[in-house]
């Protein structure tokens, strides 16, 4: 299945989606790309925010300032925390006695980022046509939520694939 | 409560058996758990005592919150910042609806991954040890809410107590619905789980921006 139907279908039931992509042979490369392809699109959500922020503190800090510093953060910082928050879930698992391997950890991890692209898009919505309320808590708490639980289910699933194995 | 224990505390007595519970909660945690899961309270009466939890819960922490903000604030904090944070406090309904979400999220979280350990307890056990503990919170902030009018630096150190005791309760609580013989052990988990999955809703939330939180 493409990539856009797997994430529709992580939300409908995560646990099929990880089966599948967890079955598939490890490839660094490809969980690379997921974590990238969330990035990359969290970083397009942030921009609207980022413009209304420009806007109402009347250009200052400028929105080029901004936009540059969204980008290193998102793009150039962010993959290196979620390859030691993979590690974090690594070591998790292991202390659950449901070991994974390190490149499942990542997988799982990744595809978590990459499948709650969709709330994080509609958050950056959020954020810069309505800006901070209500409504932006709720699209906040559903998207931390769905990437919680996608993190946790695809640990699962990862640490149960490896208990038959082993069995 | 010792006189006759084959009754199930029903029947008027000298101590409420709520009481006797909180009482018997605090002296021998284990104890109290294993009773409060012995008598498989029904669904209903689980939903009904969590919405009454919840709404209590929702109240009392309301008028915490603002007893809070009514005390003699340090000179650095300005009477703006001061209005700012007062109108920030979440209505009772709203506070409500928060508690009753925490308890069901704590709840599953309580019977699922101590399942994954290895637990034998049950849903509904789950459940129930979880609305007693939100129930304990409450009679505990409703003193903390006395004692802040009364002498707030004891309530200071009142609070403080009752945070290592809410602790000790939880992790005993778990350990004796999922039959673990060590609470250390559960408070390690408990400890370490809560600090991945802040980790990780931390660096979401930086993703999300500023404002997330705002």
């Known amino acids: 299945m493409s990539v856009s139907r797997d994430i529709a279908a992580t939300w409908l039931g995560p646990r099929r989606v990880y089966d599948r992509l967890l079955a598939r042979p490890a ?49 150039i910082f962010a993959p290196l925390l979620f390859y030691l928050l993979a590690g974090l879930g690594w070591l998790g698992a292991r202390l659950f006695g449901r070991p994974v391997s390190g ?58 694939d490896a208990g038959t194995q082993a069995a | 409560m010792s006189y006759n224990p084959n009754r199930t505390g029903m029947e008027p007595a000298m101590t409420h058996p709520l009481i006797a519970l909180a009482r018997q909660s605090v002296s021998d945690p284990r ?13 209903p009466v689980l939903v009904d ?14 008028l915490f919150a603002n007893l809070l903000l ?3 604030a340090p000179p650095e904090v300005t009477a703006a910042e001061l209005a700012a944070a007062r109108g920030e406090v979440a209505g009772p309904l ?43 919170s409450l009679a505990a902030q409703i003193v903390l809410i006395v004692l802040l009018a009364l002498a707030p630096p004891i309530a200071v150190l009142a609070l403080i107590g009752w945070v290592v005791l809410n602790i000790w309760l939880l992790t005993s609580f778990i350990a004796e619905l999922h039959d673990f013989d060590s609470a250390w052990s559960v408070f390690f988990a408990i400890l370490g789980l809560a600090f991945l999955l802040a980790l990780g809703l931390a660096l979401f939330g930086s993703l999300l921006g500023g404002v997330a939180g705002g």
Do not use: C, K
Request: without cysteine; positive net charge.
């Open chain 1, 27 to 75: 490839d660094e490369g490809r969980v690379l790309a997921w974590l990238m392809g969330g990035l990359g699109l969290t970083f397009v959500a942030r921009l609207p925010e980022l413009s209304r922020q420009a806007y109402l503190s009347g250009g200052e800090p400028p929105l080029v300032g901004l936009v540059a510093g969204t980008l290193l953060g998102t793009l």
């Open chain 1, 103 to 160: 490149w499942a950890a990542r997988a799982v991890l990744f595809w978590a980022v990459l499948a709650a692209a969709p709330a994080i898009l509609m958050h950056g919505l959020v954020a810069g046509f309505i800006g901070p309320g209500p409504a932006l808590s709720v699209v906040a708490a559903v998207a931390g939520a769905a990437f919680l639980l996608f993190w946790f289910v695809g640990l699962r699933v990862a640490g149960a």
């Open chain 2, 31 to 43: 104890g109290a758990a294993r009773r409060l899961i012995d008598r498989n309270l029904p669904p």
């Open chain 2, 49 to 62: 005592a969590a919405a009454l939890v919840a709404v209590l819960s929702g109240i009392s922490g309301w």
């Open chain 2, 70 to 72: 009514s005390l003699p």
């Open chain 2, 94 to 136: 709203s506070q409500a609806m928060v508690q009753a979400g925490g308890m069901v999220l704590i709840a599953a979280a309580i019977w699922i991954l101590g399942r994954m350990f290895g637990g034998v307890g049950r849903a509904g056990g789950a459940v129930a040890i979880t609305i007693w503990l939100s129930a304990l």
